[in-house]
């Protein structure tokens, strides 16, 4: 069965937390990666999810504005949101609400710079 290329759907981040626990509920079995992109502007935040069995990807997009970067964490539903989070944390400086242990994981704790913010 050839892989799905996958669907991209831009959401808010109040959207975000319902939004992935529908992606669980479907079979969406991998959080795959969340990665960060500084707009200037604001924060776009990047979900890239897998659905192993049905060779089937999802992408979600969501935006932060600068006066607050924070967003609901994904860690209670897949565990690898907790150290992929903890690394968008450390390199762009955003918050996720109700994450287990947010601290830094590549750069020294006593740094109070976010190494990849533009801004």
């Given at each position: 069965?050839?892989?799905?290329?996958?669907?991209?759907?831009?959401?808010?981040?109040?959207?975000?937390?319902e939004?992935a626990?529908?992606?669980?509920?479907?079979?969406?079995?991998?959080l795959?990666?969340?990665?960060?992109?500084?707009?200037?502007?604001?924060?776009?935040?990047?979900?890239?999810?897998?659905?192993?069995?049905?060779?089937?990807?999802?992408?979600?997009?969501?935006?932060?504005?600068?006066?607050?970067?924070s967003?609901?964490?994904?860690?209670?539903?897949?565990?690898?949101?907790?150290?992929?989070?903890?690394?968008?944390?450390d390199?762009?400086?955003?918050?996720?609400?109700?994450?287990?242990?947010?601290?830094?994981?590549?750069n020294?704790?006593?740094?109070?710079?976010?190494?990849?913010?533009?801004?």
């Open positions: 069965m050839p892989a799905d290329t996958g669907r991209q759907v831009d959401i808010s981040k109040e959207a975000l937390l939004t626990r529908r992606l669980k509920n479907e079979g969406f079995n991998d795959h990666c969340i990665t960060a992109v500084d707009r200037k502007d604001g924060i776009e935040l990047v979900y890239i999810f897998y659905a192993m069995d049905k060779h089937a990807c999802t992408i979600l997009r969501t935006r932060l504005t600068l006066d607050d970067l967003a609901e964490s994904l860690a209670h539903i897949w565990r690898s949101a907790d150290w992929l989070e903890r690394e968008v944390y390199l762009f400086g955003v918050k996720f609400l109700n994450h287990p242990d947010l601290k830094r994981i590549l020294p704790d006593d740094w109070t710079i976010h190494p990849l913010r533009k801004t």
